[in-house]
């Protein structure tokens, strides 16, 4: 039958099954968490196992870590109705998913470490015709090269008795419950069974059309998708740059080329964050280093961004007497609190280490030093540096707030102030188009 929560515009289908299958999905961050609680609202019997303590005792509490729109409201849910449970440890169980993150080393290599341990966790409790599925984002050929033999070191024979396949999330976070109910995927698997297994499972929840594919088609179109946005964005902000020291307006330039029919540029920013867009391109560069000058050289103008916020922060206060620096926004991007690979954190780690004073105002981010208010943070500042594009700094009177300040700058990073018709008097707005 359907059910309804809240005023969602989407239903969960919580299906009665003659043969209620046991999921385990591994890991329980951005993308597990959400997907364990999805997964039990549509009638399958759910554990959830992660090797953080605190964060197992936080959620058998009732307590989430993560902030996203809905997701308390059905995890609350669940939860009553006993449908997921949590663990350290795995169990036998028909579907298994793998779902931790999958960090960059130091020299930008995909680290697998968590992808591999879970895998080797769950080796004991592999049985005939299980499902393994994959939706860590990971290299081309990793499932292939690497957790394939693992299992037919195991004695499994993968295709045969045991289904592994890859599929990736393709979700927003401040969307992600929505999303993957209703976003497209991509699956792939070693065989074509191995697919067909998946998209019958996904075929149960999700709303999105399924495309089948092989294993490394799968995973090369994951950091596919994540690296194009990341080139994208890499344009529009090195013609920010550009445009800087030739004194053009790069807001008005973008503006008036995405008048043209074939032209849909995207918005600069203070950089690229997230563990998606700012990580995924360097597992390409791993696997092709010589063929990838263009990924390479997207990611270092994204990664150069903070440096440029910086220095153009420092020019606005250079002539002030120990200047004070408002800043708005931690998280890397509007209405979240995700603080990794987050531009706004470097920005501010920088203007402190080189001796700036620093007040911090995020309404999403309670985890860290800051302000809980945007007026306590502005007191006697010489700048207000925003750096995120929360919804709650769209509707700031800043001409209110201009009377707190010592010096009524602003300097807008995210163009939410709108350029072309600042309706505020009190202030003297800066963005990337006019700094």
Same mark, same amino acid.
């Given at each position: @039958?359907?059910?309804?929560?809240?005023?969602?515009?989407?239903?969960?289908?919580?299906?009665?099954?003659?043969?209620?299958?046991?999921?385990?999905?591994?890991?329980?961050?951005?993308?597990?968490?959400?997907?364990?609680?999805?997964?039990?609202?549509? =009638?399958?019997?759910?554990?959830?196992?992660?090797?953080?303590?605190?964060?197992?005792?936080?959620?058998?509490?009732?307590?989430?870590?993560?902030?996203?729109?809905?997701?308390?409201?059905?995890?609350?849910?669940?939860?009553?109705?006993?449908?997921?449970?949590?663990?350290?440890?795995?169990?036998?169980?028909?579907?298994?998913?793998?779902?931790?993150?999958?960090?960059?080393?130091?020299?930008?290599?995909?680290? @697998?470490?968590?992808?591999?341990?879970?895998?080797?966790?769950?080796?004991?409790?592999?049985?005939?015709?299980?499902?393994?599925?994959?939706?860590?984002?990971?290299?081309?050929?990793?499932?292939?090269?690497?957790?394939?033999?693992?299992?037919?070191?195991?004695?499994?024979?993968? &295709?045969?008795?045991?289904?592994?396949?890859?599929?990736?999330?393709?979700?927003?976070?401040?969307?992600?419950?929505?999303?993957? +109910?209703?976003?497209?995927?991509?699956?792939?698997?070693?065989?074509?069974?191995?697919?067909?297994?998946?998209?019958?499972?996904?075929?149960?929840?999700?709303? =999105?059309?399924?495309?089948?594919?092989?294993?490394?088609?799968?995973?090369?179109?994951?950091?596919?998708?994540?690296?194009?946005?990341?080139?994208?964005?890499?344009?529009?902000?090195? @013609?920010?740059?550009?445009?800087?020291?030739? &004194?053009?307006?790069?807001?008005?330039?973008?503006? +008036?080329?995405?008048?043209?029919?074939?032209?849909?540029?995207?918005?600069?920013?203070?950089?690229?964050?997230?563990?998606?867009?700012?990580?995924?391109?360097?597992?390409?560069?791993?696997?092709?280093?010589?063929?990838?000058?263009?990924?390479?050289?997207?990611?270092?103008?994204?990664?150069?961004?903070?440096?440029?916020?910086?220095?153009?922060?420092?020019?606005?206060?250079?002539?002030?007497?120990?200047?004070?620096?408002?800043?708005?926004?931690?998280?890397?991007? &509007?209405?979240?609190?995700?603080?990794?690979?987050?531009?706004?954190?470097?920005?501010?780690?920088?203007?402190?280490?080189? =001796?700036?004073?620093?007040?911090?105002?995020?309404?999403?981010?309670?985890?860290?030093? &800051?302000?809980?208010?945007?007026?306590?943070?502005?007191?006697?500042?010489? +700048?207000?540096?925003?750096?995120?594009?929360?919804?709650?700094?769209?509707?700031?009177?800043?001409?209110?707030?201009?009377?707190? @300040?010592?010096?009524?700058?602003?300097?807008?990073?995210?163009?939410?102030?709108?350029?072309?018709?600042?309706?505020?008097?009190?202030?003297?707005?800066?963005?990337?188009?006019?700094?």
């Amino acid at each position: @039958m359907n059910k309804l929560y809240g005023k969602m515009r989407f239903c969960f289908y919580r299906q009665e099954r003659r043969d209620v299958k046991q999921v385990i999905v591994m890991g329980l961050g951005y993308i597990g968490l959400p997907t364990a609680v999805i997964l039990a609202a549509n =009638g399958y019997r759910v554990m959830g196992v992660d090797r953080d303590i605190k964060l197992l005792q936080e959620l058998e509490q009732g307590k989430i870590h993560i902030e996203e729109p809905n997701l308390n409201l059905l995890f609350q849910q669940v939860r009553s109705e006993k449908k997921l449970r949590f663990s350290p440890q795995p169990e036998n169980a028909d579907i298994f998913i793998i779902a931790v993150p999958t960090p960059a080393r130091e020299d930008k290599s995909c680290d @697998m470490t968590n992808v591999l341990q879970a895998v080797e966790s769950i080796l004991p409790q592999l049985q005939t015709n299980n499902l393994l599925i994959i939706e860590s984002t990971i290299p081309p050929l990793s499932c292939e090269e690497i957790i394939k033999p693992l299992l037919e070191e195991a004695g499994h024979k993968v &295709g045969e008795n045991l289904f592994l396949a890859f599929c990736p999330e393709r979700v927003l976070p401040g969307d992600i419950v929505r999303e993957l +109910l209703v976003n497209n995927r991509v699956i792939g698997g070693f065989t074509r069974q191995c697919a067909q297994e998946a998209a019958n499972f996904y075929s149960s929840f999700l709303q =999105g059309e399924i495309s089948l594919s092989d294993l490394k088609t799968a995973e090369m179109t994951k950091l596919l998708e994540n690296t194009f946005r990341d080139v994208n964005i890499a344009l529009v902000n090195e @013609m920010t740059r550009i445009c800087s020291h030739l &004194g053009i307006d790069v807001l008005e330039v973008i503006r +008036l080329a995405n008048k043209h029919p074939r032209v849909k540029l995207l918005q600069p920013g203070p950089g690229v964050g997230g563990h998606c867009l700012a990580v995924d391109p360097y597992f390409i560069v791993e696997k092709a280093p010589s063929l990838t000058p263009l990924i390479k050289t997207a990611r270092e103008v994204n990664a150069s961004m903070p440096a440029f916020i910086v220095e153009k922060a420092k020019n606005l206060v250079a002539d002030m007497d120990k200047p004070h620096i408002a800043v708005f926004g931690l998280s890397y991007k &509007g209405n979240i609190g995700d603080l990794r690979e987050s531009p706004a954190w470097e920005i501010v780690k920088s203007l402190r280490q080189e =001796g700036y004073s620093i007040k911090v105002f995020d309404p999403h981010v309670t985890s860290v030093f &800051g302000e809980n208010s945007a007026p306590a943070a502005v007191k006697d500042a010489d +700048l207000i540096l925003i750096l995120t594009e929360h919804d709650e700094f769209r509707h700031l009177d800043y001409d209110e707030l201009a009377a707190g @300040m010592r010096t009524p700058l602003v300097f807008d990073t995210r163009n939410i102030i709108p350029a072309r018709a600042n309706p505020f008097s009190l202030i003297r707005l800066y963005h990337l188009g006019n700094i």
